[in-house]
């Protein structure tokens, strides 16, 4: 089923009554609206005017009331609790607030609190500062040997620490340009005559100078895909993610392409093709295909797949990493 490929059920639409197109159409001349009359005019909105008395919509009575105050809590599941531990986010001991939880990059944003939901284990001890929790989160913390405080206020608005916009220098005041008096030219006695067996001595040649290379980018510097690749291995090495981000280059600056769509059947063959008869060396498509969906299956939690994490993971599983 492609987008191109819909439609609607039959009857569900008819087409609009053209109005206007001469006597023999049956609509001609003064198109429907009659002759003469407030309707017949252009510019006229009279839809729910009952002739001057109060109309419907003000005699019924009202229901219902929207709270102005109503609080809005930022979510967090144990099972995210817990992959922010095994990614390394958060460690045993710390003190857990809505700042703390923001500026590790678990929760996006703050909002009026933290609450926390969902079911599953925790791996370590928590020590937990939010606005409230469900009674099975509250029961699966405490039997972690942990603990949750719930606290009352809206937390300070926070952003994560790599989302923070370095703050830019300051412009160094001009220096002042030093009064220089032009120095007097020295006179120079030029002589007479020249001797007729002087040689001009020839001028000496300045090297160029070679323009100086760019530095080039530090090859040990952490890709921005590391912690979302050690969700799912936890032994990643930062250069064989650096080699994945290489090899895919320019495509990962279009958004469309940053990410993998499961459930679009055309990227997936486009991966089947592509990368993994290419460059892995996988020539049965049957096979390769479901190596594809192995890997939406084990990014399954993850709404966007970014195509870094994806690669890695097909290669890992080929035992092909050595190939980037």
């Known amino acids: ?11 569900a639409t008819k087409a609009r009554k053209r109005v206007g197109r001469g006597i023999g159409s049956g609509k001609g001349k003064t198109a429907g609206r009659g002759v003469k009359g407030q309707k017949s005019r252009s510019g ?25 105050n109503r609080k809005r809590y930022a979510e967090l599941s144990i099972a995210n609790l817990e992959r922010a531990i095994q990614a390394g ?8 607030d809505a700042e703390a939880l923001v500026r590790a990059g678990v929760i996006r944003r703050s909002n ?14 928590l020590d937990l500062h939010v606005a409230g929790a469900t009674k099975g989160a509250q029961g699966i913390i405490e039997g972690a040997k942990g603990s949750i405080t719930i606290v009352e206020g809206k937390p300070e608005r926070v952003t994560r620490d790599e989302d923070a916009a370095p703050a830019k220098p300051k ?32 001028k000496k040649e300045t090297a160029k100078k070679a323009p100086a290379k760019k530095a080039a980018k530090a090859d040990d510097a952490e890709s921005e895909y590391l912690a979302k690749t050690r969700e799912y291995d936890a032994d990643a090495d930062n250069a064989t993610v650096t080699k994945v981000e290489k090899y895919l280059g320019g495509s990962l600056a279009n958004k469309d392409a940053k990410y993998v769509s499961c459930s679009d059947e055309t990227e997936l063959d486009t991966i089947v093709k592509g990368f993994m008869k290419k460059k892995l060396g996988v020539d049965d498509k049957d096979a390769a295909l479901e190596k594809v969906k192995a890997v939406c299956t084990t990014m399954k939690p993850t709404r966007m797949k970014n195509r870094v994490t994806f690669y890695y993971l097909l290669a890992k599983n080929e035992g092909k990493l050595g190939e980037f």
């Open 1 to 11: 089923m492609r987008l191109n490929e819909l439609s609607d059920n039959p009857g």
């Open 112 to 125: 009026d609190g933290v609450r926390i939901i969902g079911g599953g284990e925790l791996s370590q001890a």
């Open 171 to 202: 412009a160094k005041p001009a220096a002042k340009k030093a009064d220089v008096k032009p120095a007097a030219k020295k006179a120079t006695a030029k002589p007479a005559a020249k001797k007729a067996d002087e040689k001009a001595a020839p």
């Open 89 to 96: 986010k958060i460690k045993k001991g710390d003190k857990l």
């Open 44 to 68: 006229v909105s009279i839809n729910g005017f009952e002739g001057g008395q109060m109309p419907i919509h003000m005699r019924l009575p009202k229901r219902g009331f929207n709270n102005p």
